[in-house]
């Protein structure tokens, strides 16, 4: 919070235009009383109406009399009146020029104009205060565009992702409805790929809801004190048939009862995915390595593999959505597992990269061991 004295120039400068302005008035006012009440402004009108009425003194003196004399007080406030509306208005004029100022900066700050807003120097703290909502109008609008351009891209890779095995499925389909003749045997095949193909788009679409609940919307976290070791242990056991397709191994190596402080569901989901991924990209026969370690503040994990090398320009861009690797080493993912993971780790104020060099590749993920 900013301290009281924010606006002491402003005040300052208000002040010392006050007192100049009453030391203008008092000086003003002095100079009336001066000339109207000491006899310089009798003098001199009476001499005005003989030099230019042709009267003698004793004339121009009655005259200036019934004139002015017996009308001296109501002259006398009349002049002070105008001349204290003139100062007053010189000053309001002045003062209001403050909110000519400050009405302008408001238009450019509703009307988005370029460039920082700028008052006039007694003006800062306002200045600075509409410069600051300014740049969060800009953050929030930057936000926004960019929210909406992940929905435009979950809706594009959905329609070109969901396409081909939706149009696969529907034409096996229409087989089997149209082709009475077919035997027992091709008609199991064709529905073991129809089903085959639905269950890919029952996956893809997964995917795509999972990764439009943490880009598009606010994530509540569950924190729960958990087992690492165990949950690791359980994963490894579960991945066991999907490790025997591929004749793979996968050995553990972490310290006993490792505990973290996390929402237990969601990352189990990033070492599912982790793992996941190891897996696809694994030689047959290889062996996967799980690490976990415990740090003093944080934990850390190590998912490695045998496979072919990633090249440095698709390293950098793996946790990207929708991004494949070549379809040669057997993805068949959205390109989502691991942004998934990546989102959850950064929910967990944790940290997840990749290095991959002679045929080797790691994930190391990071994580606080309390929030």
Request: contains cysteine; neutral net charge.
């Amino acid at each position: 919070m900013k301290s009281k004295n924010d606006f002491g120039q402003f005040r300052r400068k208000i002040f010392l235009r006050t007192i100049a302005v009453l030391a203008a008035a008092a000086a003003v006012i002095y100079l009336t009383y001066a000339v109207l009440l000491r006899g310089r402004f009798a003098k001199g009108m009476v001499a005005l109406f003989q030099n230019t009425l042709g009267m003698d003194y004793d004339a121009a003196l009655r005259f200036y009399e019934r004139t002015f004399r017996s009308h001296m007080d109501a002259i006398i406030l009349l002049s002070l009146l105008l001349v204290a509306s003139a100062l007053f208005y010189f000053y309001l004029r002045w003062l209001t020029r403050y909110f000519e100022d400050i009405s302008k900066g408001m238009d450019a700050l509703l009307q988005d104009v370029a460039g920082e807003i700028s008052l006039p120097p007694e003006l800062l703290p306002i200045e600075r205060k509409m410069n600051l909502a300014k740049h969060t109008i800009d953050r929030q609008k930057s936000d926004m565009l960019l929210a909406e351009q992940k929905k435009n891209d979950l809706v594009m890779y959905l329609a070109h992702d969901l396409k081909t095995p939706l149009a696969s499925s529907i034409s096996y389909l229409n087989l089997l409805r149209d082709e009475k003749q077919l035997s027992e045997e091709l008609r199991e095949k064709y529905l073991t790929i129809a089903l085959a193909k639905s269950e890919r788009l029952e996956d893809l679409i997964n995917e795509f809801l999972e990764i439009a609940r943490y880009s598009l919307s606010t994530i509540t976290l569950q924190y729960s004190e958990i087992n690492l070791t165990r949950l690791l242990e359980q994963l490894v056991y579960e991945f066991q048939p999907v490790l025997n397709q591929k004749d793979l191994t996968c050995r553990l190596a972490a310290g006993e009862d490792i505990r973290l402080n996390c929402d237990a569901d969601k990352m189990q989901r990033v070492f599912d995915n982790l793992l996941r991924n190891a897996v696809n990209y694994s030689y047959d026969g290889t062996e996967i390595t799980i690490e976990a370690e415990s740090g003093e503040d944080s934990v850390k994990l190590r998912f490695s593999n045998r496979g072919g090398t990633i090249p440095k320009e698709k390293l950098e861009r793996i946790f990207e959505q929708f991004y494949r690797l070549d379809t040669g080493r057997g993805s068949s993912g959205a390109g989502l597992g691991l942004a998934i993971a990546k989102q959850i780790v950064t929910l967990h104020k944790g940290t997840v990269t990749a290095e991959s060099g002679d045929g080797l590749t790691v994930f190391t993920v990071t994580l606080p061991i309390s929030q």
